[in-house]
C-alpha cells in the first residue's frame, strides 16, 4: 500500500507519467522537464504564465529548477521496479512467481517475458505487440483478425479480410500509424484551441475581479463625499444621510454578488477546459494508435462560435447606483431650506421638439412634447433637416453644463430615446439614433432592451420598469447616461466620449406615442457640481 501511494507521487501532473528529469517552479511543484517546457511555450503567446497545478500567475517565464532530491527518488525506485513500473502486465506462464511481460501475443493473446518470448512461435500470424490488456480490440470481431488498416470512409479499424471480401472492400483505406498520426494532429489543434479558450477565460475572471475592486473603491469615494456633505447639515438629515449610505453598501453587495455568480460560472467553464484538455492530452501521449482511434471524436469539443455566439448575449453586470444617490442629494434642497449649504437649483428649461425634423409618419403635438407615430403621411414640407426613418430631436442643442430629462415611455413597445449630434445623417442606413458614431440611445425592440452606439449594442435586465426614462448628459465629462424611474431610480448605463458638437435629445417611435414629460436641469453652483461631479463621474467607457 505504501508503495502504491509512493509511485502516485512520482506521476507527472502533465503527461500522468513517472518523472523523467523532474524539476521545481517557484511555488514548489514539480514537473518533467520536458512537460513543463512545452506548457510554458503555449502560455508564451499569452503573455502571463502559470503553475499547471496551482495556477500562480508570474509575466516572465519562471526559472526551471532541478530537483535533485526527487530526480534520485525516481532513480531509486525505478531500479527496484523497472519493468512491473512500466505496464504492470506478468508473463502468462510464469505461474511460480510474477514476471513482467516484455510482450503480448495477438494470436495467442497471450502475454509473455523475455524467457518464454524466445520460444514463442515466429509465424507471421502470431503478431507481437507491447504489453497490453486489451488484446481483442486488436482484433477484428468479424474474421478474428489482426488489425492492420483504417477504413477513412467508415471511419473503423479493419483486417486484411475486410479489406477483401468484407463490407469494407473497395473502401479507402491508410494503415493505422497513418490514420493515427492524422487523429493526432486533429487532437493537437483542438488543444490548442481549448488552451486559448481557456486563457481567454482566466482573463475574463480577471477583468470581473478588477470590475468588483473599482466599484468597491467607488463606493468608498462615494462614501467619504456623501459623509462630507453632511457633516454641517442639523440633526435631522441624520437619517437621509443613514439611508444614502446603506443604499451604497446594498448596490455594492448587489454587484459584487452579481460579478462572483459570473466568476462562479467562468471557473466551472475553466474546470470543464481542463478536464477535456487533461483527456486530449491523455490521448495524445499514447502509443497505441487503435486506443487513439477507437475514442469518440472529439471536434465538438471546442465549439467556438456557439460559445461566442452565447458570450454576446451575456447581460451587463451592471455599475454603482451613482444617479439614485445623486437624487437623494437634489432632496437636500427641499429639507434643508434657508440653510445655506451651497445647493442651488436653477429653473428647469422646457425642451420642445423640432418640426422640421420628424419623419412623414411621425405626429408633433401642440405643445411639441409628443411624438405620435401614424400610418398615414403627415405631408410634412420637405427640409434638409427632416429625417426619412420615425425619428425626431429636439429643438435646443446643449454644448456645456449638466441636464438632464425624462421620457414618458409606457405607451410605446418599440422606441428609442437618445442624443445626437445635429450632424446626424438625415437619410440612409445610418439615421437612426444609436446606428452611427454620432448618436447613443436607449433602445425597446420585442421586449428586449439595450443601449447602442456606433451600431454596438449592450443588452441590458429586461426585469426592470421602463415606463418612464431619464437622459442625464455631463457635456464637459463626455457622459450620456440613462435612468429608468422606477422605485428606487435604477441606473442603467453611462457612455463616456469626447464630445465635438451640440448634443440634441432625440426620440425614434413606431406603434405609438412617446412624451418628454420633464424639463432640462442646469446645476449651477461650483460646490454642487463637485459633488456632483463625483457622484456622476463613474461611467462605461466606449
Known amino acids: 500500500m505504501a508503495s502504491a501511494d509512493l509511485r502516485q507521487e512520482l506521476d507527472c501532473s502533465i503527461c500522468l507519467s513517472i518523472y523523467t528529469d523532474p524539476v521545481s517552479l517557484r511555488c514548489g511543484h514539480n514537473f518533467c522537464r520536458v512537460c513543463i517546457n512545452l506548457m510554458l511555450d503555449i502560455q508564451e503567446g499569452f503573455g502571463v504564465y502559470s503553475c499547471p497545478d496551482c495556477r500562480t500567475k508570474c509575466l516572465e517565464r519562471p526559472v526551471l529548477i532541478q530537483n535533485i532530491t526527487l530526480c534520485n527518488i525516481v532513480g531509486s525506485f525505478l531500479s527496484t521496479r523497472p519493468d512491473q513500473e512500466e505496464t504492470g502486465i506478468y508473463c502468462t506462464y510464469c505461474v511460480d512467481s510474477p514476471v513482467p511481460a516484455a510482450k503480448s501475443c495477438l494470436h495467442c493473446e497471450d502475454h509473455l517475458c523475455d524467457k518464454h518470448l524466445r520460444v514463442h512461435s515466429k509465424s507471421a500470424e502470431h503478431v507481437l505487440c507491447d504489453p497490453t490488456t486489451a488484446l481483442g480490440n486488436r482484433k477484428c470481431s468479424v474474421h478474428k483478425k489482426v488489425l492492420e488498416y483504417y477504413c477513412t470512409e467508415d471511419a473503423a479499424c479493419i483486417c486484411v479480410s475486410c479489406c477483401l471480401i468484407g463490407e469494407h472492400r473497395g473502401h479507402q483505406m491508410e494503415s493505422l500509424d497513418e490514420a493515427s498520426e492524422k487523429k493526432k494532429k486533429k487532437l493537437r489543434n483542438v488543444l490548442q484551441k481549448l488552451t486559448t479558450k481557456r486563457a481567454d477565460t482566466e482573463n475574463r475572471v480577471q477583468s470581473l475581479q478588477e470590475h468588483r475592486r473599482e466599484d468597491q473603491g467607488k463606493a468608498a469615494g462615494i462614501t467619504v463625499a456623501v459623509t462630507a456633505l453632511f457633516r454641517d447639515i442639523r440633526r435631522q438629515l441624520k437619517d437621509l444621510e443613514k439611508r444614502v449610505l446603506s443604499e451604497i453598501s446594498k448596490q455594492t453587495a448587489c454587484v459584487s454578488l452579481s460579478i462572483s455568480d459570473l466568476i462562479h460560472q467562468l471557473q466551472k467553464k475553466k474546470d470543464e477546459l481542463s478536464g477535456k484538455m487533461r483527456h486530449i492530452e491523455e490521448l495524445c501521449n499514447m502509443t497505441d494508435p487503435v486506443t487513439v482511434l477507437q475514442e469518440p471524436d472529439t471536434g465538438d469539443m471546442c465549439d467556438t462560435e456557439d460559445t461566442e455566439r452565447r458570450d454576446t448575449q451575456v447581460h451587463y453586470v451592471g455599475d454603482l447606483d451613482v444617479g439614485l444617490i445623486s437624487g437623494a442629494l437634489h432632496t437636500l434642497s427641499d429639507i434643508i431650506t434657508g440653510i445655506n449649504t451651497g445647493i442651488y437649483v436653477q429653473e428647469a428649461t422646457d425642451l420642445l421638439l423640432d418640426v422640421n425634423t420628424a419623419g412623414d409618419n411621425i405626429e408633433i403635438s401642440g405643445d411639441r412634447k409628443t411624438a405620435s407615430w401614424s400610418d398615414i403621411d403627415q405631408n410634412h414640407p420637405e427640409t434638409p433637416e427632416r429625417f426619412q426613418c420615425n425619428q425626431v430631436i429636439s429643438t435646443r442643442g446643449f454644448s456645456s453644463g449638466r441636464h438632464y430629462w425624462d421620457v414618458d415611455v409606457r405607451k410605446s413597445k418599440w422606441w428609442m430615446v437618445g442624443m445626437c449630434y445635429p450632424s446626424i445623417d438625415r437619410r440612409g442606413d445610418q439615421t437612426y439614433i444609436g446606428g452611427n458614431n454620432k448618436s447613443w440611445c436607449l433602445c425597446r425592440w420585442y421586449n428586449r432592451y439595450s443601449v447602442i452606439h456606433d451600431r454596438k449594442e449592450m443588452l441590458l435586465p429586461n426585469n426592470i420598469p421602463y415606463d418612464k426614462v431619464r437622459v442625464y448628459l455631463d457635456y464637459e465629462a463626455g457622459q450620456v447616461s440613462f435612468y429608468a424611474l422606477c422605485d428606487p431610480i435604477r ?28 424639463g432640462a436641469t442646469d446645476w449651477g453652483d461650483d460646490d454642487m457640481k463637485s459633488a456632483q461631479r463625483l457622484v456622476t463621474s463613474q461611467g462605461e467607457e466606449i
Open 491 to 518: 441606473h442603467l448605463y453611462t457612455y463616456t466620449a469626447t464630445f465635438t458638437e451640440p448634443l440634441h435629445a432625440a426620440l425614434w417611435v413606431w406603434d405609438s406615442c412617446i412624451t418628454i414629460s420633464g
